[in-house]
Protein backbone atom coordinates (compact mmCIF):
# COMPACT_ATOMS: atom_id res chain seq x y z
CA UNK A 1 0.00 0.00 0.00
CA UNK A 2 1.43 3.45 -1.05
CA UNK A 3 0.20 5.67 1.36
CA UNK A 4 1.32 8.29 3.85
CA UNK A 5 -1.41 8.95 6.81
CA UNK A 6 -0.64 12.31 8.41
CA UNK A 7 -2.01 14.11 11.20
CA UNK A 8 -3.35 16.09 13.10
CA UNK A 9 -4.93 17.90 10.07
CA UNK A 10 -4.72 21.57 11.84
CA UNK A 11 -2.53 22.48 14.47
CA UNK A 12 -2.29 26.26 16.31
CA UNK A 13 0.97 26.61 18.89
CA UNK A 14 1.49 29.69 21.16
CA UNK A 15 4.85 31.50 20.27
CA UNK A 16 7.92 29.53 21.73
CA UNK A 17 5.86 26.27 21.57
CA UNK A 18 6.69 22.90 20.31
CA UNK A 19 4.87 21.86 17.31
CA UNK A 20 4.54 18.43 16.75
CA UNK A 21 3.31 16.31 13.38
CA UNK A 22 3.37 12.89 13.25
CA UNK A 23 3.22 10.24 10.05
CA UNK A 24 2.36 6.95 9.34
CA UNK A 25 3.54 4.47 6.61
CA UNK A 26 2.81 0.86 5.40
CA UNK A 27 5.04 0.39 2.98
CA UNK A 28 8.16 -0.81 4.10
CA UNK A 29 9.98 -0.21 0.29
CA UNK A 30 9.72 3.42 1.75
CA UNK A 31 13.68 4.38 1.69
CA UNK A 32 13.16 8.40 2.17
CA UNK A 33 11.12 10.60 4.05
CA UNK A 34 11.06 14.08 3.72
CA UNK A 35 9.32 16.96 5.25
CA UNK A 36 8.01 19.87 3.47
CA UNK A 37 7.06 23.21 4.05
CA UNK A 38 4.47 25.27 1.52
CA UNK A 39 3.37 28.70 2.25
CA UNK A 40 0.37 29.94 0.23
CA UNK A 41 1.04 30.47 -3.51
CA UNK A 42 4.34 28.77 -3.44
CA UNK A 43 5.52 25.04 -4.07
CA UNK A 44 6.77 22.87 -1.39
CA UNK A 45 10.53 23.69 -0.19
CA UNK A 46 12.21 20.52 1.36
CA UNK A 47 12.37 21.02 5.17
CA UNK A 48 14.43 18.15 6.23
CA UNK A 49 14.96 14.24 5.22
CA UNK A 50 15.57 11.38 7.14
CA UNK A 51 16.71 7.35 6.00
CA UNK A 52 15.05 4.60 7.92
CA UNK A 53 18.39 3.46 9.20
CA UNK A 54 18.47 6.30 11.50
CA UNK A 55 16.15 7.26 14.37
CA UNK A 56 16.78 11.12 14.45
CA UNK A 57 17.81 13.94 12.86
CA UNK A 58 17.98 17.36 14.18
CA UNK A 59 18.25 20.63 11.60
CA UNK A 60 18.41 23.77 13.69
CA UNK A 61 14.58 24.63 15.37
CA UNK A 62 13.43 21.31 13.39
CA UNK A 63 13.96 17.75 14.50
CA UNK A 64 12.66 14.32 12.49
CA UNK A 65 11.95 11.04 14.76
CA UNK A 66 11.41 7.85 13.04
CA UNK A 67 10.58 5.11 14.41
CA UNK A 68 11.47 2.11 11.55
CA UNK A 69 9.35 -0.82 13.77
CA UNK A 70 6.11 1.42 14.48
CA UNK A 71 6.30 2.32 10.69
CA UNK A 72 6.07 5.96 12.16
CA UNK A 73 7.96 9.09 11.86
CA UNK A 74 7.23 12.67 13.27
CA UNK A 75 8.78 16.56 12.75
CA UNK A 76 9.27 18.71 15.74
CA UNK A 77 9.34 22.36 15.24
CA UNK A 78 11.21 23.22 18.79
CA UNK A 79 10.72 27.42 19.91
CA UNK A 80 8.01 27.86 17.18
CA UNK A 81 7.13 31.26 15.03
CA UNK A 82 4.97 33.11 13.79
CA UNK A 83 7.33 32.64 10.46
CA UNK A 84 6.39 28.82 10.70
CA UNK A 85 3.13 29.53 9.85
CA UNK A 86 2.55 27.41 6.97
CA UNK A 87 1.35 24.31 5.87
CA UNK A 88 4.07 20.64 6.22
CA UNK A 89 3.66 17.53 4.52
CA UNK A 90 5.47 14.48 5.20
CA UNK A 91 6.44 12.24 2.42
CA UNK A 92 8.17 9.09 1.54
CA UNK A 93 9.87 7.67 -1.60
CA UNK A 94 9.94 3.78 -2.44
CA UNK A 95 13.57 2.61 -3.22
CA UNK A 96 14.40 3.26 -6.58
CA UNK A 97 11.81 5.03 -7.93
CA UNK A 98 12.03 8.90 -7.42
CA UNK A 99 8.60 9.26 -6.97
CA UNK A 100 7.43 11.19 -3.70
CA UNK A 101 4.26 10.09 -1.98
CA UNK A 102 2.46 12.50 0.50
CA UNK A 103 0.70 12.96 3.03
CA UNK A 104 -2.53 15.16 3.21
CA UNK A 105 -0.76 18.16 5.34
CA UNK A 106 -0.90 19.49 8.57
CA UNK A 107 -1.51 23.46 7.97
CA UNK A 108 0.07 25.05 11.13
CA UNK A 109 -0.59 28.46 13.23
CA UNK A 110 1.72 29.98 15.38
CA UNK A 111 0.35 32.48 17.50
CA UNK A 112 2.05 35.48 18.81
CA UNK B 1 20.39 30.87 -9.93
CA UNK B 2 16.91 30.55 -11.26
CA UNK B 3 14.97 27.96 -9.88
CA UNK B 4 11.98 26.20 -11.24
CA UNK B 5 10.23 28.46 -13.62
CA UNK B 6 6.24 27.63 -14.52
CA UNK B 7 3.80 28.91 -16.74
CA UNK B 8 1.00 30.28 -16.79
CA UNK B 9 0.65 31.43 -13.24
CA UNK B 10 -2.84 30.86 -13.23
CA UNK B 11 -5.29 29.57 -16.23
CA UNK B 12 -9.36 29.09 -16.45
CA UNK B 13 -10.18 26.69 -19.19
CA UNK B 14 -13.49 25.56 -19.94
CA UNK B 15 -14.68 21.76 -19.58
CA UNK B 16 -13.76 19.61 -22.82
CA UNK B 17 -11.02 21.52 -23.57
CA UNK B 18 -6.97 21.03 -23.60
CA UNK B 19 -4.07 22.81 -21.81
CA UNK B 20 -0.83 22.67 -21.78
CA UNK B 21 1.55 23.78 -18.55
CA UNK B 22 5.14 24.65 -19.28
CA UNK B 23 8.47 23.72 -16.77
CA UNK B 24 11.93 24.49 -17.04
CA UNK B 25 13.94 22.93 -14.42
CA UNK B 26 16.71 24.43 -12.37
CA UNK B 27 19.85 25.09 -13.64
CA UNK B 28 21.57 21.73 -13.75
CA UNK B 29 18.79 19.62 -13.09
CA UNK B 30 17.79 16.87 -16.11
CA UNK B 31 14.92 15.11 -14.48
CA UNK B 32 11.01 16.18 -13.83
CA UNK B 33 8.37 15.28 -12.33
CA UNK B 34 4.87 16.86 -12.27
CA UNK B 35 2.27 16.71 -9.69
CA UNK B 36 -1.20 17.27 -9.25
CA UNK B 37 -2.37 19.20 -6.10
CA UNK B 38 -6.19 19.64 -5.04
CA UNK B 39 -6.97 22.21 -3.09
CA UNK B 40 -6.33 21.00 0.82
CA UNK B 41 -4.30 18.00 -0.38
CA UNK B 42 -1.57 17.07 -0.39
CA UNK B 43 0.63 16.95 -4.48
CA UNK B 44 -0.24 13.59 -6.33
CA UNK B 45 2.55 12.02 -8.72
CA UNK B 46 1.70 12.28 -12.47
CA UNK B 47 4.46 11.40 -14.03
CA UNK B 48 8.32 11.78 -14.39
CA UNK B 49 10.70 12.20 -17.20
CA UNK B 50 14.24 11.73 -18.25
CA UNK B 51 16.10 11.75 -21.23
CA UNK B 52 13.10 13.00 -23.40
CA UNK B 53 11.18 9.65 -21.73
CA UNK B 54 8.75 9.28 -19.35
CA UNK B 55 10.40 6.72 -16.85
CA UNK B 56 7.35 6.56 -14.14
CA UNK B 57 4.22 7.07 -14.37
CA UNK B 58 1.18 7.26 -11.53
CA UNK B 59 -2.05 6.34 -11.42
CA UNK B 60 -3.58 9.35 -13.88
CA UNK B 61 -5.56 8.83 -17.10
CA UNK B 62 -4.34 8.77 -21.00
CA UNK B 63 -5.64 12.26 -21.04
CA UNK B 64 -2.68 13.19 -19.30
CA UNK B 65 0.02 13.73 -21.26
CA UNK B 66 3.64 14.91 -20.98
CA UNK B 67 6.89 15.65 -22.96
CA UNK B 68 10.62 16.67 -21.87
CA UNK B 69 12.80 18.87 -24.97
CA UNK B 70 16.65 18.27 -25.10
CA UNK B 71 17.10 21.24 -23.15
CA UNK B 72 15.31 19.42 -20.11
CA UNK B 73 12.22 21.47 -20.21
CA UNK B 74 8.76 19.85 -19.73
CA UNK B 75 5.36 20.48 -20.84
CA UNK B 76 2.50 18.67 -19.10
CA UNK B 77 -0.74 18.35 -21.53
CA UNK B 78 -4.51 17.20 -20.26
CA UNK B 79 -7.05 16.89 -23.06
CA UNK B 80 -10.71 16.28 -22.24
CA UNK B 81 -10.28 19.04 -19.06
CA UNK B 82 -13.11 18.06 -16.64
CA UNK B 83 -14.20 19.89 -13.63
CA UNK B 84 -11.88 17.41 -11.49
CA UNK B 85 -8.99 18.89 -13.01
CA UNK B 86 -8.92 22.27 -11.18
CA UNK B 87 -5.91 22.19 -9.12
CA UNK B 88 -2.29 23.85 -8.77
CA UNK B 89 0.10 21.58 -10.89
CA UNK B 90 3.64 21.45 -9.98
CA UNK B 91 6.73 20.51 -11.64
CA UNK B 92 9.72 19.10 -9.60
CA UNK B 93 13.26 19.07 -11.21
CA UNK B 94 16.30 17.02 -9.62
CA UNK B 95 19.61 15.59 -11.06
CA UNK B 96 20.52 12.28 -12.34
CA UNK B 97 21.94 10.37 -9.28
CA UNK B 98 20.66 12.78 -7.01
CA UNK B 99 16.86 11.52 -7.05
CA UNK B 100 15.99 13.01 -3.58
CA UNK B 101 17.04 16.38 -4.11
CA UNK B 102 13.66 17.93 -5.68
CA UNK B 103 13.35 21.81 -6.63
CA UNK B 104 9.48 22.59 -6.67
CA UNK B 105 8.08 25.67 -8.62
CA UNK B 106 5.34 27.54 -7.27
CA UNK B 107 2.96 26.11 -9.47
CA UNK B 108 -0.11 26.83 -12.44
CA UNK B 109 -3.30 27.08 -11.13
CA UNK B 110 -5.85 26.05 -13.68
CA UNK B 111 -9.29 26.44 -13.04
CA UNK B 112 -12.13 24.48 -15.25
CA UNK B 113 -15.40 26.06 -15.53
Known amino acids: QQQVKQSPQSLIVQKGGISIINCAYE??????FPWYQQFPGKGPALLIA?????SEKKEGRFTISFNKSAKQFSLHIMDSQPGDSATYFCAAIPGNTGKLIFGQGTTLQVKP | DAGVTQSPTHLIKTRGQQVTLRCSPKSGHDTVSWYQQALGQGPQFIFQ???????QRGNFPDRFSGHQFPNYSSELNVNALLLGDSALYLCASSRTGNDYGYTFGSGTRLTVV
Open chain 1, 50 to 54: IRPDV
Open chain 1, 27 to 32: NTAFDY
Open chain 2, 49 to 55: YYEEEER
